[in-house]
């Protein structure tokens, strides 16, 4: 692995991208790497994009705020390139060299040239993953897409384990203890919990997204 | 005080009237003997003892 | 709730095995004021501050508190705080941006009336059209209210500055408020890993008869007491009493120095101090400085950094000392008005060498590479 | 340029005097430690000074403030009894404050004295060497500068916490022991001088 | 409070000044003195420099002597001509800034709440009109929304006195008055019906000229703020200074409008402050 690995996460409000965030970032310190994370800074609510950012180093991150040059990004939802729900277009800005791009889709989204001519010359990998029909299909709410969309990024780079991944998850839903990215994802936490009668449930069912994840996501080739 | 209340104590018979009337604390004080004196030294002359008084003890001395 | 048990405060943060937590600036806060044997916290919503303020309702609500509520706005809520510590309890809040501009009047008047209160503020922009973005400017606002101002850097730095900051301002010859700044987001809202002393350790209680004036309880002397009289009317005896009381708030903040140095470690670190270009910053700036620093080694360029732990009381002289050597002082800002700059201007011998900016501003983020730009031009 | 140490010395400094703690002079940090004339020595050092101080003064007097004017908790009345011997032992004067309103409409300056207008009492009673004792700290420094300002008063602050910069002399920590071996000095020293 | 908050300490009796040694001899600490009292006990109130004739020093005045428990009493005041009165006040008192009186009240009542559970500490807010009303309303009503202890007591001149006489929100409709050049636009705010909506478990409006009403009126405020729930309590004070009549007229002038009609004064209590009060004063009978 690289010494530092920088993630935005991109998706619509509601869909668990500071989630996310927080339960790789988790993973990582697990991992006996160093982390920091952070949402993107706003008010917003349902559907409107939403960012958070993951850093992700074996040595001392200094950096705050957003990622304004990441390695990997991933697009919790199609909107975010087709309809432009994204405050950080154009879309690939900033994305580094041999970068990843992993996105929830059932099916590729139409790149225009210019989009295709910028990531070749990256040596960018695009990937496609339909999470969130996969978190219906399995964990039976689509609020699960967030986990399936880091069951698809652990498919495609060693940054953590699957067993850190499921450990950073027992935390974050398995305690009493509340985190708190925001007061709305504390409230949205306890809908989640809701959706499965039990704890063990919860787990089992993410943990098999996780695997199911891991074994549907594609390459796309630019 | 150039403008100041004093008592005519033939005519006080210590009701108490002057003494609630006095926005200004122990400017007036009753005594044993059931009248009322005024430290004139703290007395405003704002008169609204000499209002309140129903037997007339009280004036005005400027 | 653990059973906490009161250690001395040295014991507290220098002794006691700590252990991490990954956790966000806000519950760093919460973290904080459930070792500081906090007696009431007072709070009102204002993002990007309301997590924390929740989380304490939280602690409240698992008893480590023994009295919490929601105020009506800013101004009330800091207001009920001055109420709370003239009555003589451990008091805290938080607030950030216009929830700051919001209370301001009562800022100077804690401070005049020498209330140990411990405040955290969350900046956030000020200006219409509204914004809920990270931005410094509040802080140019607060630096002369008489308040100590601590910045933290990190989420690391918010737990630490708290807890602290109720025993600096609560020492008898100091007794004045501290704010404890943190950059609204780039703190709050991200996580990192913050070392913690055990959950079960606690701060000693305030003790309000060491107040260097009477605690409005009607049990201590003298009874004959109003806090704060105008004192009255217009004479020289008058004004001379209000200036040398203005004089006392300032001579209090300067005696927190010697706690400052011993429980912050000082009013500023420093990296790499002998070098030819220093970057001077407080805040996130920090942080994204130390990250230029490492880009600039990697370009074969010698850079310092000062990190400013304490803008009041003001560390006049130990950034006079470590940029007397230096050719170039950076000072990069989250705000439009540079006021720190301004700052060092005003105490550096030669402020010639100090370079306004790089600022950002309106909730932008600094990219490491703007700072380095500075970096390279300084070093051209 | 080096500016030299800043010195806490009679007035009347001027008409706005600096707060000595901001020009740089530090209260003692150890409790055997105290402040003369902006300078940290030894506590014993710091007796002799008073003492020398108040034996030769012209009209010396003690100002006790309401910690110890108002018997309110254990241990006052033992060191109220104690300050009123050191009044005896060094010939001084008593004049209380007995608490700290700006008084309407005026101070009688012959027989209290009030920390927002300390001078009318130290120019009414010519005092030249004054002792606060038992003043709330925030009150006895704000004092303490405008007599410096003013007059040309020497101070000595007795503080039961860390002390006054603006005092002449300041001790810290200075419970019912430490006055009454101040007493015991100064009974020693007029004894010697006869 | 301890009884021996108000000794002098053994050695100093001599030294004291003549009106502490008053208090300490003749004052109302731990008495139960009131009203009828008056003129024979030394008052909390010491000299003070409010405008001859002044209905709010009156009523201050009576206030303070109304209160219950005046050893264990914190009042809490704001910005205005009464606050030029407070320094001279003996008991603890907090001036903080004009309209925030009953937040500071907030936090000090519920402080004292911890320090000294089960034990009497009365948090009285003393104000007048416009910092109740109009500038401090906020923190006036939340603090009775939020089912405070306090009791707040209004000090009514109708306009702001202590900075030259403005137009308040309890001036009358049509009065000339600095600020209202054209005379109030707006009728005097129904304040008391405010307070009862509020929450106010007592509400009261009193005056000056019946000095014992007053008293009752303040006692029966802070017992049921103590035990109950928010008082307040609406003094009708007139200012002479502003507007312009005779200081002997203050009040007269309370009951000219009183004869007019345009002024009454009230009291309501609700069913658990009037069992509350009936309580007590039967027992003490």
Same mark, same amino acid.
């Given at each position: 692995?690289?010494?530092?690995?920088?993630?935005?996460?991109?998706?619509?409000?509601?869909?668990?991208?500071?989630?996310?965030?927080?339960?790789?970032?988790?993973?990582?310190?697990?991992?006996?790497?160093?982390?920091?994370?952070?949402?993107?800074?706003?008010?917003?609510?349902?559907?409107?994009?939403?960012?958070?950012?993951?850093?992700?180093?074996?040595?001392?991150?200094?950096?705050?705020?957003?990622?304004?040059?990441?390695?990997?990004?991933?697009?919790?939802?199609?909107?975010?390139?087709?309809?432009?729900?994204?405050?950080?277009?154009?879309?690939?800005?900033?994305?580094?060299?041999?970068?990843?791009?992993?996105?929830?889709?059932?099916?590729?989204?139409?790149?225009?040239?210019?989009?295709?001519?910028?990531?070749?010359?990256?040596?960018?990998?695009?990937?496609?993953?339909?999470?969130?029909?996969?978190?219906?299909?399995?964990?039976?709410?689509?609020?699960?897409?967030?986990?399936?969309?880091?069951?698809?990024?652990?498919?495609?780079?060693?940054?953590?384990?699957?067993?850190?991944?499921?450990?950073?998850?027992?935390?974050?839903?398995?305690?009493?203890?509340?985190?708190?990215?925001?007061?709305?994802?504390?409230?949205?936490?306890?809908?989640?919990?809701?959706?499965?009668?039990?704890?063990?449930?919860?787990?089992?069912?993410?943990?098999?997204?996780?695997?199911?994840?891991?074994?549907?996501?594609?390459?796309?080739?630019? | 005080?150039?403008?100041?209340?004093?008592?005519?104590?033939?005519?006080?018979?210590?009701?108490?009237?002057?003494?609630?009337?006095?926005?200004?604390?122990?400017?007036?004080?009753?005594?044993?003997?059931?009248?009322?004196?005024?430290?004139?030294?703290?007395?405003?002359?704002?008169?609204?003892?000499?209002?309140?008084?129903?037997?007339?003890?009280?004036?005005?001395?400027? | 709730?653990?059973?906490?048990?009161?250690?001395?405060?040295?014991?507290?943060?220098?002794?006691?095995?700590?252990?991490?937590?990954?956790?966000?600036?806000?519950?760093?806060?919460?973290?904080?004021?459930?070792?500081?044997?906090?007696?009431?916290?007072?709070?009102?919503?204002?993002?990007?501050?309301?997590?924390?303020?929740?989380?304490?309702?939280?602690?409240?609500?698992?008893?480590?508190?023994?009295?919490?509520?929601?105020?009506?706005?800013?101004?009330?809520?800091?207001?009920?705080?001055?109420?709370?510590?003239?009555?003589?309890?451990?008091?805290?809040?938080?607030?950030?941006?216009?929830?700051?501009?919001?209370?301001?009047?009562?800022?100077?008047?804690?401070?005049?009336?020498?209330?140990?209160?411990?405040?955290?503020?969350?900046?956030?922009?000020?200006?219409?059209?509204?914004?809920?973005?990270?931005?410094?400017?509040?802080?140019?606002?607060?630096?002369?209210?008489?308040?100590?101002?601590?910045?933290?850097?990190?989420?690391?730095?918010?737990?630490?500055?708290?807890?602290?900051?109720?025993?600096?301002?609560?020492?008898?010859?100091?007794?004045?408020?501290?704010?404890?700044?943190?950059?609204?987001?780039?703190?709050?809202?991200?996580?990192?890993?913050?070392?913690?002393?055990?959950?079960?350790?606690?701060?000693?209680?305030?003790?309000?008869?060491?107040?260097?004036?009477?605690?409005?309880?009607?049990?201590?002397?003298?009874?004959?007491?109003?806090?704060?009289?105008?004192?009255?009317?217009?004479?020289?005896?008058?004004?001379?009493?209000?200036?040398?009381?203005?004089?006392?708030?300032?001579?209090?903040?300067?005696?927190?120095?010697?706690?400052?140095?011993?429980?912050?470690?000082?009013?500023?670190?420093?990296?790499?101090?002998?070098?030819?270009?220093?970057?001077?910053?407080?805040?996130?700036?920090?942080?994204?400085?130390?990250?230029?620093?490492?880009?600039?080694?990697?370009?074969?360029?010698? &850079?310092?950094?000062?990190?400013?732990?304490?803008?009041?009381?003001? $560390? !006049? *002289?130990? =950034?006079?000392?470590?940029? +007397?050597? @230096?050719?170039?002082?950076?000072?990069?800002?989250?705000?439009?008005?540079?006021?720190?700059?301004?700052?060092?201007?005003?105490?550096?011998?030669?402020?010639?060498?100090? &370079?306004?900016?790089?600022?950002?501003?309106?909730?932008?983020?600094? $990219? !490491? *590479?703007? =700072?380095?730009?500075?970096? +390279?031009? @300084?070093?051209? | 340029?080096?500016?030299?140490?800043?010195?806490?010395?009679?007035?009347?400094?001027?008409?706005?005097?600096?707060?000595?703690?901001?020009?740089?002079?530090?209260?003692?940090?150890?409790?055997?430690?105290?402040?003369?004339?902006?300078?940290?020595?030894?506590?014993?050092?710091?007796?002799?000074?008073?003492?020398?101080?108040?034996?030769?003064?012209?009209?010396?007097?003690?100002?006790?403030?309401?910690?110890?004017?108002?018997?309110?908790?254990?241990?006052?009345?033992?060191?109220?009894?104690?300050?009123?011997?050191?009044?005896?032992?060094?010939?001084?004067?008593?004049?209380?404050?007995?608490?700290?309103?700006?008084?309407?409409?005026?101070?009688?300056?012959?027989?209290?004295?009030?920390?927002?207008?300390?001078?009318?009492?130290?120019?009414?009673?010519?005092?030249?060497?004054?002792?606060?004792?038992?003043?709330?700290?925030?009150?006895?420094?704000?004092?303490?500068?405008?007599?410096?300002?003013?007059?040309?008063?020497?101070?000595?602050?007795?503080?039961?916490?860390?002390?006054?910069?603006?005092?002449?002399?300041?001790?810290?920590?200075?419970?019912?022991?430490?006055?009454?071996?101040?007493?015991?000095?100064?009974?020693?020293?007029?004894?010697?001088?006869? | 409070?301890?009884?021996?908050?108000?000794?002098?300490?053994?050695?100093?009796?001599?030294?004291?000044?003549?009106?502490?040694?008053?208090?300490?001899?003749?004052?109302?600490?731990?008495?139960?003195?009131?009203?009828?009292?008056?003129?024979?006990?030394?008052?909390?109130?010491?000299?003070?420099?409010?405008?001859?004739?002044?209905?709010?020093?009156?009523?201050?005045?009576?206030?303070?002597?109304?209160?219950?428990?005046?050893?264990?009493?914190?009042?809490?005041?704001?910005?205005?001509?009464?606050?030029?009165?407070?320094?001279?006040?003996?008991?603890?008192?907090?001036?903080?800034?004009?309209?925030?009186?009953?937040?500071?009240?907030?936090?000090?009542?519920?402080?004292?709440?911890?320090?000294?559970?089960?034990?009497?500490?009365?948090?009285?807010?003393?104000?007048?009109?416009?910092?109740?009303?109009?500038?401090?309303?906020?923190?006036?009503?939340?603090?009775?929304?939020?089912?405070?202890?306090?009791?707040?007591?209004?000090?009514?001149?109708?306009?702001?006195?202590?900075?030259?006489?403005?137009?308040?929100?309890?001036?009358?409709?049509?009065?000339?008055?600095?600020?209202?050049?054209?005379?109030?636009?707006?009728?005097?705010?129904?304040?008391?019906?405010?307070?009862?909506?509020?929450?106010?478990?007592?509400?009261?409006?009193?005056?000056?000229?019946?000095?014992?009403?007053?008293?009752?009126?303040?006692?029966?405020?802070?017992?049921?703020?103590?035990?109950?729930?928010?008082?307040?309590?609406?003094?009708?004070?007139?200012?002479?200074?502003?507007?312009?009549?005779?200081?002997?007229?203050?009040?007269?002038?309370?009951?000219?409008?009183?004869?007019?009609?345009?002024?009454?004064?009230?009291?309501?209590?609700?069913?658990?402050?009037?069992?509350?009060?009936?309580?007590?004063?039967?027992?003490?009978?």
């Amino acid at each position: 692995m690289q010494a530092k690995t920088f993630i935005r996460m991109s998706g619509l409000g509601g869909q668990g991208v500071v989630t996310a965030a927080h339960i790789l970032g988790s993973a990582a310190v697990r991992s006996g790497l160093l982390s920091t994370v952070n949402p993107f800074f706003g008010a917003e609510k349902r559907l409107a994009p939403a960012e958070s950012y993951v850093r992700i180093s074996s040595q001392t991150i200094h950096e705050r705020g957003e990622v304004l040059f990441p390695d990997i990004i991933m697009i919790f939802h199609p909107h975010v390139i087709t309809l432009g729900k994204s405050y950080t277009m154009p879309f690939f800005d900033g994305l580094q060299k041999q970068g990843k791009i992993i996105i929830n889709a059932p099916e590729p989204l139409p790149l225009n040239e210019s989009e295709r001519a910028q990531l070749a010359a990256l040596n960018a990998r695009l990937y496609y993953i339909s999470a969130t029909r996969l978190a219906l299909e399995i964990a039976g709410t689509e609020l699960s897409s967030n986990i399936a969309m880091l069951g698809a990024l652990i498919a495609v780079t060693d940054l953590v384990s699957q067993q850190a991944l499921e450990e950073a998850l027992a935390e974050r839903f398995g305690g009493t203890k509340k985190f708190v990215a925001s007061g709305t994802t504390a409230a949205l936490d306890d809908v989640l919990k809701s959706k499965f009668t039990k704890l063990a449930q919860l787990m089992d069912k993410n943990i098999a997204l996780i695997e199911q994840a891991k074994s549907s996501i594609q390459e796309h080739v630019i | 005080m150039y403008v100041a209340a004093k008592v005519d104590e033939n005519k006080c018979n210590g009701c108490k009237l002057c003494i609630w009337s006095c926005p200004d604390p122990n400017v007036i004080i009753l005594h044993p003997n059931k009248k009322v004196s005024i430290n004139q030294s703290r007395c405003k002359g704002c008169g609204l003892c000499v209002i309140a008084c129903k037997r007339e003890a009280l004036s005005i001395d400027s | 709730m653990i059973t906490q048990k009161i250690v001395d405060p040295d014991y507290l943060f220098f002794q006691s095995e700590r252990s991490k937590m990954f956790i966000t600036g806000s519950e760093a806060v919460s973290e904080a004021i459930k070792r500081a044997n906090v007696d009431m916290a007072i709070a009102y919503p204002i993002t990007p501050q309301s997590e924390s303020m929740h989380l304490v309702g939280d602690l409240y609500a698992e008893g480590y508190l023994k009295d919490y509520f929601r105020g009506e706005n800013e101004f009330s809520v800091m207001s009920a705080v001055a109420g709370a510590a003239m009555g003589g309890v451990r008091v805290f809040t938080a607030t950030g941006g216009p929830g700051t501009m919001r209370a301001f009047e009562m800022f100077p008047t804690w401070a005049g009336a020498r209330l140990p209160v411990v405040c955290a503020f969350f900046t956030r922009g000020v200006n219409s059209p509204l914004t809920i973005q990270p931005d410094t400017i509040e802080m140019a606002y607060m630096l002369d209210t008489g308040i100590m101002i601590f910045h933290a850097e990190n989420a690391q730095d918010l737990y630490d500055m708290l807890l602290k900051a109720f025993v600096i301002a609560e020492q008898p010859e100091v007794h004045i408020p501290v704010g404890v700044f943190a950059d609204g987001f780039f703190v709050t809202h991200t996580r990192d890993e913050v070392s913690t002393a055990p959950a079960d350790l606690k701060l000693p209680a305030y003790d309000p008869y060491s107040s260097p004036v009477p605690v409005m309880d009607m049990n201590n002397v003298p009874l004959r007491q109003m806090r704060d009289p105008f004192v009255m009317k217009s004479n020289f005896i008058s004004y001379a009493a209000h200036a040398s009381w203005q004089q006392e708030v300032a001579a209090a903040a300067q005696r927190a120095r010697r706690y400052i140095d011993h429980y912050l470690g000082g009013l500023v670190e420093s990296e790499n101090p002998g070098a030819d270009i220093m970057i001077v910053a407080s805040g996130t700036a920090v942080s994204q400085g130390r990250a230029a620093i490492i880009a600039a080694a990697g370009e074969g360029i010698d &850079v310092g950094l000062l990190k400013i732990k304490c803008l009041r009381p003001f $560390p !006049t *002289e130990e =950034i006079k000392a470590l940029t +007397r050597h @230096c050719k170039a002082i950076i000072v990069p800002e989250f705000n439009r008005i540079g006021w720190l700059a301004r700052e060092i201007k005003a105490v550096v011998e030669d402020n010639s060498k100090v &370079v306004d900016g790089p600022r950002v501003f309106g909730g932008m983020t600094m $990219p !490491t *590479e703007m =700072i380095l730009e500075s970096i +390279r031009r @300084c070093s051209a | 340029m080096a500016i030299p140490q800043y010195r806490v010395l009679p007035g009347p400094e001027g008409y706005l005097p600096p707060a000595a703690a901001g020009m740089g002079v530090i209260l003692p940090r150890k409790k055997d430690e105290a402040l003369v004339e902006g300078a940290i020595v030894t506590r014993e050092e710091a007796m002799e000074k008073a003492a020398e101080k108040l034996l030769s003064a012209k009209k010396p007097y003690i100002f006790p403030g309401p910690l110890v004017l108002w018997n309110w908790k254990e241990g006052v009345a033992e060191k109220a009894q104690a300050i009123i011997a050191l009044a005896k032992a060094a010939n001084a004067g008593i004049i209380p404050m007995p608490d700290y309103r700006p008084k309407y409409p005026m101070i009688n300056p012959a027989v209290e004295i009030n920390p927002n207008h300390p001078n009318l009492t130290i120019w009414h009673n010519k005092i030249d060497v004054c002792v606060f004792v038992g003043v709330h700290c925030h009150y006895a420094n704000v004092a303490l500068k405008i007599i410096r300002g003013g007059t040309d008063c020497y101070t000595i602050a007795f503080c039961a916490e860390m002390g006054h910069e603006d005092a002449m002399i300041s001790f810290r920590e200075m419970g019912l022991a430490e006055i009454k071996q101040l007493t015991d000095l100064i009974t020693r020293k007029k004894g010697e001088s006869r | 409070m301890k009884s021996d908050l108000w000794q002098i300490s053994p050695g100093f009796e001599e030294v004291m000044p003549a009106e502490y040694r008053e208090l300490v001899d003749n004052g109302p600490f731990g008495k139960k003195l009131g009203v009828a009292d008056m003129g024979t006990f030394k008052e909390l109130l010491e000299e003070h420099p409010l405008c001859a004739g002044c209905g709010l020093a009156l009523s201050l005045r009576l206030t303070l002597i109304a209160l219950p428990n005046p050893e264990d009493t914190i009042i809490v005041g704001a910005t205005g001509c009464s606050s030029l009165a407070f320094p001279q006040v003996s008991v603890h008192n907090i001036h903080s800034l004009f309209g925030n009186q009953n937040a500071v009240a907030t936090g000090l009542k519920r402080a004292l709440s911890l320090r000294f559970p089960g034990q009497v500490k009365d948090v009285v807010v003393i104000a007048g009109d416009g910092a109740t009303c109009d500038i401090g309303l906020e923190a006036v009503v939340h603090s009775w929304f939020r089912g405070e202890k306090l009791a707040t007591i209004m000090l009514d001149n109708e306009a702001y006195a202590n900075t030259g006489g403005q137009e308040s929100g309890m001036s009358r409709i049509g009065t000339v008055l600095n600020m209202a050049p054209q005379g109030k636009k707006f009728s005097k705010v129904n304040f008391p019906e405010i307070a009862k909506a509020a929450g106010c478990a007592y509400v009261a409006v009193a005056e000056p000229s019946r000095p014992k009403r007053l008293e009752q009126a303040v006692r029966r405020a802070i017992l049921v703020a103590r035990e109950i729930g928010p008082a307040y309590v609406q003094l009708f004070t007139p200012c002479p200074t502003n507007y312009k009549f005779k200081p002997s007229e203050t009040l007269s002038l309370i009951k000219k409008r009183e004869q007019e009609g345009v002024f009454q004064t009230m009291e309501y209590l609700s069913p658990e402050a009037e069992a509350y009060i009936k309580q007590i004063e039967e027992a003490k009978r």
